[in-house]
């Protein structure tokens, strides 16, 4: 992209944007990625080919998940998002992983969570993570760290039990 740099610095005389140092395959991809992730994958009604296809772009997606239709995984670092085997994640449920003046932060679920309907999930500046064996109720807000063998609802969350 030394194109670009160039046109940026001798005939626009502006500083050279950051996408400048990618690679043509980047600059490709990474729109592409962005309308797999929230365009096509979320409206495909078969779990394992909306799975498939999740991996496919970087998701660390263990065995026997279930990830229901108008999910929301942030693909800003796919590798960032670890969902280990045997975890239900309803349907609507969006995962940010990062924002202003943030870092792109791990959101970690360990095995045997199970996810309400249209939860949220906000990383934050240390991450996110999720129990094994732990039960999120539906239209929570997820902003915290929750133990192993918990059920937490509320928004924001509360360990209710």
Request: charged share 20%; proline share 5%; hydrophobic share 40%.
């Amino acid at each position: 992209m030394r194109l670009a740099k160039l046109f940026y610095q001798k005939i626009l005389k502006k500083p050279v944007p950051y996408y400048a140092n990618y690679s043509l395959l980047t600059i490709i991809w990474k729109p592409l990625r962005k309308y797999l992730n929230v365009v096509i994958i979320p409206n495909i009604p078969f779990n394992n080919i909306r799975i498939q296809l999740y991996k496919l772009i970087g998701f660390n997606i263990g065995e026997n998940v279930f990830i229901g239709m108008k999910c929301y995984l942030d693909d800003i670092d796919p590798k960032q998002t670890i969902i280990e085997n045997n975890v239900v994640i309803s349907y609507g449920c969006y995962f940010a992983c990062h924002g202003k003046g943030q870092e792109h932060t791990v959101i970690h679920i360990k095995e045997n969570a199970y996810i309400g309907m249209r939860c949220n999930f906000i990383s934050g500046k240390k991450g996110l993570l999720i129990g094994k064996n732990t039960i999120i109720g539906a239209g929570s807000l997820v902003n915290k760290n929750i133990p192993n063998d918990k059920l937490a609802l509320g928004v924001p969350i509360k360990i209710v039990r």
